[in-house]
């Protein structure tokens, strides 16, 4: 900040961040986090000295998506409060000059809701489903002997259904649609493996469904 007139003086100061608390519910993660600070003007024009403090408490919001390229997304949403408003003691009272503040808060919390989606990504979820995608072209044995019977699964389709917060854990829910054929006798060739499919849903439902010719 300019100071008028000019003079001399050192700015000293410590951040500290407290224990970060993580919940969630349904597909909502609850992030907040404490945070107090310490900020002193040591030897102001070689006469005085001033030392501001603040604490305040920073709340998150994280809902997650999922592009139909299986990219992360993250609508997030922060917030803060003062615990004690940033300021100094003078003569007896609190001087808080939060206004001052807030505007460079609300610059660091735009750049975090920037930053989150590329976090996300190192989470790498499209490489993780697409070995499961690959690992689920099979055959299947139904049974050894008398006569062999055997079931090749060959993936359709995979979609999207949503995320859920359960006893700790983030999970992905997926929707897969396969097709499965029977064969008595030889051994069917394995389906070759097609690249993983876009999504075109934004949340599956759950559940499965059967649909089986019977003569």
Same mark, same amino acid.
């Given at each position: ?30 992030? !907040? ?13 070689? $006469? $005085?000295?001033? !030392? ?9 919001? $994280? ?8 990219? &992360? ?9 003062? #615990? ?11 001087? !808080? ?41 099979? #055959? ?52 070759? &493996? !097609? &690249? ?14 059967? #649909?089986?010719?019977? $003569?």
């Amino acid at each position: 900040a300019k100071v008028t007139p000019s003079m001399s003086c050192r700015i000293v100061g410590e951040i500290r961040r407290g224990h970060i608390r993580l919940s969630g519910k349904g597909d909502v993660i609850h992030l !907040t986090m404490p945070v107090s600070a310490e900020v002193s003007a040591k030897d102001v024009g070689h $006469i $005085i000295s001033e !030392t501001a403090t603040a604490a305040a408490e920073a709340r998150a919001n $994280i809902r997650l998506g999922m592009t139909p390229g299986w990219r &992360p997304t993250a609508k997030v949403e922060i917030d803060y409060s003062w #615990t004690e408003k940033p300021g100094i003691e003078l003569l007896g009272k609190r001087v !808080t000059f939060a206004k001052r503040a807030d505007p460079e808060l609300q610059k660091i919390i735009a750049k975090l809701e920037q930053s989150l989606p590329a976090k996300l990504e190192k989470l790498q979820p499209r490489a993780r489903l697409e070995e499961v995608w690959k690992a689920g072209f099979g #055959t299947l044995e139904l049974n050894a002997r008398n006569p062999e019977v055997w079931m090749r699964v060959t993936p359709k389709r995979l979609d999207f259904g949503g995320y859920e917060i359960r006893d700790g854990h983030l999970l992905l829910n997926a929707e897969l649609e396969a097709g499965a054929e029977t064969f008595v006798g030889t051994r069917p060739d394995k389906p070759v &493996p !097609t &690249p993983l499919p876009n999504s075109d849903k934004v949340g599956a439902s759950r559940g499965f469904v059967v #649909t089986a010719p019977v $003569i």
